[in-house]
């Protein structure tokens, strides 16, 4: 069975503090994503990444950045949290082929930043 | 990227089919179509793609005109746990480097 975790489904942060999520998921798959998810406005895509090390912008990247040194790791970082970063986080994965674009989901991160 | 316009809100009653009807008149050759389904505090959840004429599975059928600017979600008899959100994607799958962008979807309410 197909796999998307992420390392908290609620977390509490200060604004100014440096905040990391984690997604890992175990199907081998090439790329995975970062969304956030605001009512209202559906989810925005922020970064993704198609292979270990490579990354590429998504439509809202300014003021979170991305890390993936191996492949079944995402890692999304605030690197000075805001109050406007409030928001539902949501990885995914999913794998590179012909005819075939199924994103797997993780259950999600609700952030609070105070 | 192509975009993707579909009606905001759709309700319907259990046991009758629902067609939500997405347009992406910007569709380029390469593009697939994808629909998605959301319940709330879960991820987006899979359920149909394609990229010409139709499609079905087990849980729905997936309508394609020839010039593939819109595309139908077919959701036959839903019942009350078929609320949720749809979302319709419309995207290059052969490569995955490009991703896909999400809209806001259509927010479907059964009645019992």
């Known amino acids: 069975d197909v796999k998307v975790t992420q390392s908290s489904r609620y977390l509490v942060k200060r604004t100014g503090e440096k905040v990391f999520l984690e997604c890992v998921q175990d199907m081998d798959h090439e790329n995975m994503f970062w969304y956030r998810q605001d009512p209202g406005l559906g989810l925005r895509l922020i970064y993704f990444?198609?292979?270990?090390?490579?990354?590429e912008k998504g439509d809202i990247p300014e003021g979170y950045s991305v890390s993936r040194e191996k492949k079944e790791r995402f890692s999304l970082i605030l690197e000075s949290a805001s109050t406007n970063q409030t928001s539902m986080y949501l990885c995914a994965s999913s794998r590179t082929g012909v005819g075939s674009y199924e994103q797997y989901f993780g259950p999600g991160t609700r952030l609070t930043v105070t | 990227l192509a975009k993707t316009t579909q009606p905001i809100s759709m309700d319907s009653y259990e046991g009758q089919e629902v067609n939500i009807t997405c347009s992406h008149n910007n569709i380029a050759t390469n593009d697939y179509i994808t629909w998605y389904q959301q319940f709330p505090s879960q991820g987006p959840r899979f359920i149909i793609q394609g990229y010409k004429t139709k499609v079905k599975n087990e849980v729905a059928s997936l309508f394609i005109p020839a010039d593939r600017k819109s595309s139908t979600l077919s959701l036959p008899r839903v019942s009350l746990s078929d609320t949720a959100v749809y979302y319709c994607l419309v995207g290059d799958v052969r490569t995955g480097r490009r991703a896909l962008t999400f809209g806001s979807g259509t927010r479907l309410q059964v009645q019992p």
């Open positions: 990444s198609y292979d270990v090390k490579m990354k």
